[in-house]
């Protein structure tokens, strides 16, 4: 009886450790010090990382671009033919919907009237073919804090 319990914690805290210790290596802090492809911010979504490019210079509001990147979590293109998408836009107080639609490889792309300001927060919702919905927010405008290196305090 008591191997048997013990047997059961052990297996229960291993299928804890290792189903947690995904969530840990890509948190979005985590994925904020990381270098993007293109440039833009990077989310889980499932099994995949969505990273989002957004118009950085927009003032006032206006049509701009808004592009969806689809990458495996070792950052391997997964194509977006037949996949569809949406971006809700929250920027000052102003909000856009934006369909996105397949434009190359892995990439989704749609036009949106947005300004560009540091409290943007965008819901992406993508449906590749045959998958179930998956979904990111991001914060592509907030300023990152940039993980300390640990050797710049010292001396040599």
Excluded at 52 to 72: F, G, H, M, Q, W
Aim: hydrophobic content about 40%.
């Amino acid at each position: 009886m008591m191997k048997t319990r013990t047997l059961i914690y052990s297996a229960a805290a291993s299928l804890l450790l290792f189903s947690g210790s995904s969530a840990f290596a890509h948190s979005d802090e985590y994925l904020d010090t990381q270098k993007t492809p293109n440039g833009g911010q990077q989310r889980m979504a499932g099994n995949y990382h969505f990273e989002l490019v957004v118009a950085k210079d927009s003032k006032e509001a206006r049509d701009n671009p808004v592009i969806v990147y689809v990458t495996d979590h070792a950052n391997a293109k997964i194509p977006t033919v037949g996949a569809g998408g949406t971006a809700t836009i929250l920027a000052g107080k102003q909000k856009a919907s934006v369909k996105l639609v397949p434009d190359g490889d892995n990439r989704l792309k749609g036009i949106g009237k947005y300004a560009s300001t540091p409290d943007m927060k965008v819901v992406v919702s993508i449906t590749l073919p045959g998958k179930p919905a998956e979904q990111a927010r991001f914060t592509p405008l907030a300023p990152v804090a940039v993980a300390k290196d640990a050797h710049t305090d010292q001396k040599h």
